[in-house]
C-alpha cells in the first residue's frame, strides 16, 4: 500500500467475510457443480435459443457431471444477445422481472438485460463483498459517481452500498464542479466511479484550489474501463486514496463479478460462487489453462432472469490462483478488449500500452488521446496529448520526444505525439473515448 491514508483503513476481518469467502478450493468447485447444473437446466428448459443451441451441438443438461463438461456446452455471444432482442432471453415470465438494464454498445441495438428479486438481491450482496474487500464498511460514507439509469454502474453500486450497511450519496455522473463541491461538503470516506472520471474530478478540485490530498477520501472503487497499474499509482498519489479494481459487465450481472481486495491489490478475485470463469483462445475457441492470456468467458451460476452460458466478453485476461481469498481465482488486471485492439501498420496495440508509458514519464499529463487517421494508403496514430501547465514547453515537448520514442521501442510503433493546450481535450464524464479513428 502506498499512501498515508491507507493505515486509516483496513481489509474485512475473517468473520465480516461470507461463509463462501472462506471456502476452499474444493468447497467452491463442489458448490460450482451444483449451481452449474441448475442453471444449465433452467436454460435449456425456459430460453428458446439455449434450446436450439444445445440441441444443435448434441449435448444436454445431463451431460454435465463434472464441471470440465461446461466445455462442452455452445457459447453465447453479443450476437446471441442482437438476434434475441429485446427480452427473448429472459427464462422467467415478466411478472417475475424485477428490473431491466440495458447497454447502448457502440454499434446495433442495445443489449438488454433483467434480474428477478432475487437476482437483485444477489447482486446487492455481491458489490456489497466487493466494496468490502476494498476497505469499505458501514459507517462510511460512499460517494457514488457512477451513472444512475440503464448503465448498471450506478443503481448497481447503489444497491452494494447499501447492503453494506454503509451511507449511500447518490450522486451519479457528470456535474464535475458540483461533485467537488459534495465532496467537501459531505465529507464521504469512499467514492465509486470510472478511474479517468476521478482524473477529471482531481483536476476540477485543482481548479477550484483544493489540494486532491486534503479531501476526506481514503478509498476508491474504480472499473467499468481499462485502467492499468500505472494509473493506479497516479490516482493513489494525486488523491491521496487506495485505488481499487471492480470489474463487472452487465451482460453477465453489472458491477461486482469480481473485486481487488485492499491487503493485495493483485488484479479482481472473482467471485466464483456465483460465476464460472474460463479463458479462451479468441481464434479457436479452445479452452486455456490457468495462467494464459486469452478471452474471458462466464457462465453464470446463481441467475434466475437472463443465465448466461459460456458467455464472451471479449475482455483479454489470464486466470490467477486466489490469494487474499484462496478458494477463488483471480484475474489479471482487464487491460484490452477484443473490440479495442488497434492494428497499426501489422503491430497490434492496446490503448493501456499508451497508458503506461505515458504515466511512465512525470513531464507528461495523463490526458491524451490516440487518433487514427491515414497518410495516403499509410495509417497513422498521433497521440495528442496535454502539456503540464507547471512546467516550460520546452521540457513537455522534449518529454514528448521520450513517449515517442518509448513507443517505438516498447511497442513497436512509429507514432506522432502531439503536445495540447492545458485544459483542451475531453474530460471523461465515465467510460471516456479514448481513441478516435478518423480513417
Ligand atoms: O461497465 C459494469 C461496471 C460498472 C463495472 C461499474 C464496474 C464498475 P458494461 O457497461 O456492460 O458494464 O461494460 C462492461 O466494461 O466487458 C469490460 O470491457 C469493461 N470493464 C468493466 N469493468 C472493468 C474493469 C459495466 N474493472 C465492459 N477493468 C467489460 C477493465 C472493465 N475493464
Same mark, same amino acid.
Given at each position: 500500500?502506498?499512501?498515508?491514508?491507507?493505515?486509516?483503513?483496513?481489509?474485512?476481518?475473517?468473520?465480516?467475510?461470507?461463509?463462501?469467502?472462506?471456502?476452499?478450493?474444493?468447497?467452491?468447485?463442489?458448490?460450482?457443480?451444483?449451481?452449474?447444473?441448475?442453471?444449465?437446466?433452467?436454460?435449456?428448459?425456459?430460453?428458446?435459443?439455449?434450446?436450439?443451441?444445445?440441441?444443435?451441438?448434441?449435448?444436454?443438461?445431463?451431460?454435465?457431471?463434472?464441471?470440465?463438461?461446461?466445455?462442452?456446452?455452445?457459447?453465447?455471444?453479443?450476437?446471441?444477445?442482437?438476434?434475441? +432482442?429485446?427480452? *427473448?432471453? %429472459?427464462?422467467?415470465?415478466?411478472?417475475?422481472? #424485477?428490473? !431491466?438494464? $440495458?447497454?447502448?454498445? /457502440?454499434?446495433?441495438?442495445?443489449?438488454?438485460?433483467?434480474?428477478?428479486?432475487?437476482?437483485?438481491?444477489?447482486?446487492?450482496?455481491?458489490?456489497?463483498?466487493?466494496?468490502?474487500?476494498?476497505?469499505?464498511?458501514?459507517?462510511?460514507?460512499?460517494?457514488?459517481? +457512477?451513472?444512475? *439509469?440503464? %448503465?448498471?454502474?450506478?443503481?448497481?453500486?447503489? #444497491?452494494? !452500498?447499501? $447492503?453494506?450497511?454503509? /451511507?449511500?450519496?447518490?450522486?451519479?455522473?457528470?456535474?464535475?464542479?458540483?461533485?467537488?463541491?459534495?465532496?467537501?461538503?459531505?465529507?464521504?470516506?469512499?467514492?465509486?466511479?470510472?478511474?479517468?472520471?476521478?482524473?477529471?474530478?482531481?483536476?476540477?478540485?485543482?481548479?477550484?484550489?483544493?489540494?486532491?490530498?486534503?479531501?476526506?477520501?481514503?478509498? #476508491?472503487?474504480?472499473? $467499468?474501463?481499462?485502467? /492499468?497499474?500505472?494509473?493506479?499509482?497516479?490516482?493513489?498519489?494525486?488523491?491521496?486514496?487506495?485505488?481499487?479494481?471492480?470489474?463487472?459487465?452487465?451482460?453477465?450481472?453489472?458491477?461486482?463479478?469480481?473485486?481487488?481486495?485492499?491487503?493485495?491489490?493483485?488484479?479482481?478475485?472473482?467471485?466464483?460462487?456465483?460465476?464460472?470463469?474460463?479463458?479462451?483462445?479468441?481464434?479457436?475457441?479452445?479452452?486455456?489453462?490457468?495462467?494464459?492470456?486469452?478471452?474471458?468467458?462466464?457462465?453464470?451460476?446463481?441467475?434466475?432472469?437472463?443465465?448466461?452460458?459460456?458467455?464472451?466478453?471479449?475482455?483479454?485476461?489470464?486466470?490467477?490462483?486466489?490469494?487474499?481469498?484462496?478458494?477463488?481465482?483471480?484475474?489479471?488486471?482487464?487491460?484490452?478488449?477484443?473490440?479495442?485492439?488497434?492494428?497499426?501498420?501489422?503491430?497490434?496495440?492496446?490503448?493501456?500500452?499508451?497508458?503506461?508509458?505515458?504515466?511512465?514519464?512525470?513531464?507528461?499529463?495523463?490526458?491524451?488521446?490516440?487518433?487514427?487517421?491515414?497518410?495516403?494508403?499509410?495509417?497513422?496514430?498521433?497521440?495528442?496529448?496535454?502539456?503540464?501547465?507547471?512546467?516550460?514547453?520546452?521540457?513537455?515537448?522534449?518529454?514528448?520526444?521520450?513517449?515517442?520514442?518509448?513507443?517505438?521501442?516498447?511497442?513497436?510503433?512509429?507514432?506522432?505525439?502531439?503536445?495540447?493546450?492545458?485544459?483542451?481535450?475531453?474530460?471523461?464524464?465515465?467510460?471516456?473515448?479514448?481513441?478516435?479513428?478518423?480513417?
Amino acid at each position: 500500500m502506498t499512501t498515508a491514508a491507507s493505515t486509516l483503513i483496513h481489509p474485512p476481518s475473517a468473520d465480516e467475510l461470507d461463509a463462501e469467502e472462506r471456502m476452499s478450493r474444493a468447497e467452491i468447485e463442489h458448490l460450482q457443480l451444483t449451481r452449474l447444473q441448475q442453471t444449465v437446466r433452467h436454460a435449456y428448459a425456459n430460453v428458446s435459443l439455449y434450446t436450439r443451441k444445445f440441441d444443435d451441438a448434441g449435448v444436454h443438461p445431463d451431460d454435465i457431471r463434472t464441471l470440465a463438461d461446461v466445455e462442452r456446452l455452445p457459447f453465447t455471444t453479443k450476437d446471441d444477445l442482437r438476434e434475441t +432482442y429485446p427480452f *427473448g432471453m %429472459f427464462a422467467v415470465p415478466m411478472e417475475d422481472v #424485477a428490473r !431491466i438494464h $440495458a447497454s447502448s454498445g /457502440t454499434t446495433g441495438r442495445p443489449t438488454v438485460v433483467g434480474y428477478t428479486r432475487g437476482d437483485l438481491d444477489r447482486w446487492g450482496s455481491l458489490v456489497a463483498r466487493s466494496l468490502r474487500a476494498s476497505g469499505i464498511r458501514r459507517g462510511m460514507k460512499v460517494h457514488n459517481a +457512477y451513472g444512475y *439509469g440503464l %448503465f448498471t454502474g450506478g443503481l448497481g453500486a447503489h #444497491a452494494g !452500498i447499501e $447492503a453494506l450497511g454503509a /451511507t449511500v450519496i447518490p450522486m451519479s455522473g457528470g456535474q464535475t464542479a458540483r461533485q467537488v463541491q459534495l465532496i467537501r461538503d459531505f465529507e464521504p470516506d469512499a467514492i465509486l466511479c470510472t478511474p479517468s472520471y476521478l482524473l477529471t474530478i482531481a483536476d476540477a478540485m485543482i481548479a477550484q484550489g483544493i489540494d486532491p490530498r486534503s479531501t476526506s477520501l481514503r478509498v #476508491a472503487v474504480l472499473g $467499468a474501463e481499462p485502467w /492499468t497499474n500505472e494509473m493506479r499509482q497516479e490516482l493513489e498519489l494525486r488523491l491521496g486514496v487506495d485505488a481499487l479494481d471492480i470489474y463487472g459487465l452487465s451482460e453477465v450481472m453489472g458491477p461486482g463479478v469480481g473485486n481487488e481486495c485492499l491487503e493485495t491489490k493483485d488484479g479482481p478475485h472473482l467471485w466464483e460462487d456465483h460465476f464460472l470463469p474460463e479463458v479462451i483462445d479468441a481464434e479457436t475457441r479452445a479452452a486455456l489453462p490457468d495462467g494464459e492470456l486469452g478471452e474471458l468467458v462466464f457462465t453464470s451460476l446463481t441467475k434466475e432472469a437472463f443465465p448466461v452460458i459460456r458467455y464472451r466478453t471479449r475482455d483479454l485476461t489470464r486466470l490467477l490462483p486466489g490469494t487474499a481469498r484462496p478458494g477463488m481465482r483471480r484475474m489479471e488486471k482487464v487491460t484490452g478488449r477484443n473490440d479495442d485492439m488497434i492494428i497499426l501498420r501489422g503491430v497490434n496495440l492496446f490503448p493501456t500500452q499508451i497508458e503506461e508509458l505515458v504515466l511512465g514519464i512525470e513531464q507528461l499529463t495523463p490526458h491524451f488521446i490516440l487518433e487514427l487517421s491515414k497518410e495516403g494508403r499509410m495509417d497513422t496514430m498521433t497521440v495528442r496529448i496535454e502539456r503540464h501547465p507547471d512546467l516550460s514547453v520546452e521540457t513537455c515537448t522534449s518529454a514528448a520526444k521520450v513517449l515517442a520514442q518509448r513507443i517505438k521501442v516498447f511497442v513497436g510503433s512509429t507514432v506522432a505525439v502531439q503536445l495540447e493546450e492545458p485544459g483542451t481535450l475531453p474530460r471523461s464524464e465515465g467510460k471516456y473515448k479514448r481513441v478516435y479513428d478518423l480513417r
